[in-house]
């Protein structure tokens, strides 16, 4: 590999470099890291989930979509010459329905191009990066190395944000970098901060436990600056809801209020230093815009307008959808019948319905809609079976937060959905086999379980 990268190197020389066109040398050498240890080309795929815009190259591909199509095909090349099997699990199963059905939804979209191109090249990549995790994590090893890749991207990318933020616009909402979207950015950081809460149980080294302590306030200080409404609302609303379905636990119950205690110091510590400033408080304030009828809930309820296009569009399309991808392709023919005298959205598209379910059942009518909620069903079927009570709250959370989020922001044709749902699933299927692996107290037991 190192002869053939020099050679390859001294054919292509160019002046900057010399002989030796180093980048080529250094990609060739962390291609065959990657080939030898699929985990390392995992981690680094999920450790740049977090960094957004910056890990494009030239404005197009990522780096990550990069690793994925090698990693794609060093799993191919070792199913047609190892012959290995490929792993199927339940929502692997339904997350290929899913993307088929947004594939054969083009005979019948408003754009057929656009729903085929969207459905082949974007949304199956995330089925196939799905179906590429559970074949190769096969333990809790490599779980927990994907896993704490992706918090320690965020955590980067935080503290990153935290010294050197950019605002959006004329505004004093802060994102890690241009063209990332301060909600998806928000999104992300919570993800991490509930998976470091995690691992602060699990792990009892003090050391690592102050680090987590650390980088949950980094956390917390940038959910605030990114002033994402949707953000404030199911991060809590989520995290309560879970309390409350479990609080006959004393082990959640004494869990949650330390819980509880270091997010409030976070949040009182930002009050006082001046962090929580007067854009974030007023920012605040319009979350009331949503139950008045002051001028300023226009722009409040703005997305409610959104809801009651697309609701017109399912009227008007069921049972089948207008196409995966295309409710912003018709949405302006939608916009008269359920605002005839407001013409300020009538011209303009909307980046998306901003609402996950929404969009699937406009794009995908029924059949997409009821695959879609299976995954979820299934989902929480496997967590409902870990045993451990933190372990399973965690998840619990985790889960019930990106379901409130999905309803108001676009998820599920991002990288960090399906990673999501890859950890979950995996996380409860690891937690079964230790449990099954369990030793017997007493001879007895031993004696029963060898009969």
Known sequence: ML???????????TEKYGFLTIPFVLGLCGAFLIVKYPTIGFALIFFLIPLGPITRIGGARSIGFLLGVLLLGVFASRILILHEKIKFDRISL??????AWAILSSVWAYEPKVALFHAVFRFSQMIALYILIINYCRNERQLNIITLSFVAGAVIT?????????NVGSTERVTFAKGFDPNAFSVIISIAMILIFYYFYKMKHNLLRAIFILSTLIAIYVIIKAQSRGVWISLPASFLLITLLMHRSSKIVKYVTGTVVVLI????????????SESVTERLKTLTYLFSDSPESKSATGRF???GVGIEMIKDNMPLGVGHYNFKLVYSQYWPLTNPDDFSYSSRRPKGPHNSFLAVLAELGIVGFIIFLAIFIHLFKNIARIRDPITRFMFLWLVSFIIMDSLILLT???????????L????????QVADKLIVPKNYSDMLAASK
């Open 412 to 422: 599920h044709t991002l990288p960090w959905f399906w990673f999501v749902l890859a």
């Open 424 to 431: 979950v699933n995996l996380r409860a299927k690891f937690e």
């Open 305 to 307: 307008k959104i809801v």
């Open 3 to 13: 002869v053939t990268a020099y050679m390859l190197g001294w054919m292509t020389a």
């Open 94 to 99: 339904l997350g290929c329905m899913f993307a």
């Open 158 to 166: 935080a503290t990153v944000t935290l010294i050197k933020g950019v």
């Open 265 to 276: 110091l976070a949040v009182v510590s930002a009050y006082y230093s001046g962090i929580i």
